[in-house]
């Protein structure tokens, strides 16, 4: 199956940094990216869905200007946390989805665990 | 509003077998997905399903009946290592996925 690496796998950062996550499709062209994030024990929430060369589409109540999201290339996404605080602590994963098909969105990177001090 | 119900949490016996159930409403339909979800770990697919009927794969089945918003997991010869979170999610008319809360299943010896 498609293959979609996430790094890293764990961060911790000060309150205030900013820290960046990668995502990368590493067999297929990822014409869209999807980033998640989760909560203990709470599903997987929907953060914003990108795709490559154009502006990423947030979801409702995610604030744009703090969670940074970049698509240049059809295997590459990053998202990044700016000026994170404790709140900002949760599990990040990435999914890719290719050109067609019908469920290649079904692979997800590893996750990161991102933890503000 | 779009919604997606499955059960918090289950309890099987390693050997035995169970279903999971899940029931959705969503803006249009394409497709259902199980993912299963070790604590701390990504979720890793598991089967979809677009039309009405069962999937065998291997140890898991799934089932859906898209009259009635409704998909099940089916799980046989349990093992330990099915101790995990079963998360349903659902795709809507946008293909966007409609996520469960997910249903931790804890296998006994």
């Known amino acids: 199956g498609a293959v979609v690496s996430q790094h890293p796998s764990r961060v911790i950062c000060k309150s205030g940094t900013s820290v960046k996550i990668e995502c990368r499709s590493l067999?297929?062209?990822?014409?869209?990216m999807f980033w998640y994030r989760q909560f203990p024990k709470q599903s997987l929430m929907l953060m914003a869905t990108?795709?490559?060369?154009?502006?990423?589409?947030?979801e409702q109540g995610v604030e744009k200007d703090k969670f940074l999201i970049n698509h240049a290339s059809l295997t590459l996404s990053t998202l990044t946390v700016t000026s994170a605080h404790p709140e900002d602590s949760s599990f990040y994963i990435c999914?890719?989805?290719?050109?067609?098909?019908?469920?290649?969105?079904?692979?997800f990177g590893q996750g990161t665990r991102l933890t503000v001090v | 509003g779009q919604n997606i119900d499955q059960p918090t949490e289950m309890t099987a016996t390693e050997g035995a077998i169970v279903q999971i159930n899940c029931t959705y409403q969503t803006s249009g339909f394409n497709g259902l997905f199980w993912y299963q979800q070790h604590a701390g770990e990504a979720p890793t697919f598991l089967s979809y399903n677009v039309l009405d009927g069962l999937e065998e794969k291997g140890r898991f089945s799934s089932f859906l009946s898209r009259s009635k918003g409704y998909s099940y997991l089916l799980l046989k010869e349990l093992q330990m290592k099915d101790s995990a979170s079963y998360l349903c999610?659902?795709?809507?008319?946008?293909?966007?996925?409609?996520w469960g809360a997910g249903t931790k299943l804890i296998i006994k010896p």
């Open positions: 990108s795709n490559e060369g154009s502006k990423a589409t947030y």
């Open positions: 067999d297929f062209q990822a014409t869209t």
């Open positions: 999914s890719a989805k290719g050109a067609g098909g019908d469920y290649t969105e079904a692979f």
């Open positions: 999610a659902a795709r809507d008319s946008n293909y966007q996925l409609i």
